[in-house]
């Protein structure tokens, strides 16, 4: 991200470091780009944490999204003391996917560690990365706004991903109607027509 969508997750760090100093609580956040791009750091409002917090403010990468190591990170830092009840906040423009395996892995901690997901979309449309993962998508919809452009959102409902292309989300209704690569090239081999896979 850059520019305006750039200033938007930043401002929406900053907010949540603010929030969680006022409510007692730490903040850790994982700044990501490409691959093996992420930048980990404690923010706090002590003079060490408002040191790393400018520092994160003038941090910038050269684009891409690759949300696996910093998400798999995240996981493993919610077995750490202290950690337990953390809330996972992804502030992106949603242009992204988790592995399958760290789907899972995301849903499970979700199931058995009681982790709660909030999305922040900097970005026109909902996405299958993002909506898999979050259980709620707060959509930022004026960010140009926020780098200079008076431009509007050229989107008129952020869940076009779900709304023209619905097969594309792993959702349970999905994943149940979807075969396997083995079961399809059976299917394919025997000639059977999509009415009847199995």
């Not at 850059?2 to 969680?20: D, F, H, N, P, S």
């Not at 199931?111 to 970005?123: D, E, F, M, S």
Request: glycine residues 12%; charged residues 25%.
């Amino acid at each position: 991200m850059r520019g305006g969508a750039e200033a938007v997750a930043k401002a929406v760090v900053l907010e949540a470091a603010r929030i969680a100093h006022a409510q007692r609580r730490a903040c850790h956040v994982y700044a990501f780009g490409g691959p093996d791009e992420v930048v980990e750091l404690t923010l706090g409002f002590d003079s060490a944490g408002l040191t790393r917090l400018v520092d994160f403010i003038g941090q910038a990468f050269r684009g891409g999204t690759d949300i696996c190591l910093p998400l798999e990170r995240a996981l493993v830092r919610l077995g750490e003391s202290g950690w337990q009840q953390a809330d996972l906040m992804i502030a992106s423009d949603g242009e992204f996917g988790a592995t399958p395996a760290l789907a899972a892995a995301v849903l499970q901690a979700k199931t058995t560690q009681g982790l709660r997901v909030q999305g922040v979309l900097i970005g026109d449309r909902e996405t299958v990365g993002l909506a898999e993962l979050a259980d709620d998508v707060f959509w930022v919809r004026d960010w140009r706004r926020f780098g200079g452009s008076s431009a509007a959102s050229p989107v008129h409902d952020r869940r076009l991903t779900a709304l023209y292309f619905p097969g594309a989300l792993r959702s349970a209704q999905n994943r149940a109607a979807t075969l396997d690569g083995e079961a399809a090239a059976r299917a394919v081999r025997a000639g059977r027509k999509e009415s009847n896979p199995t």
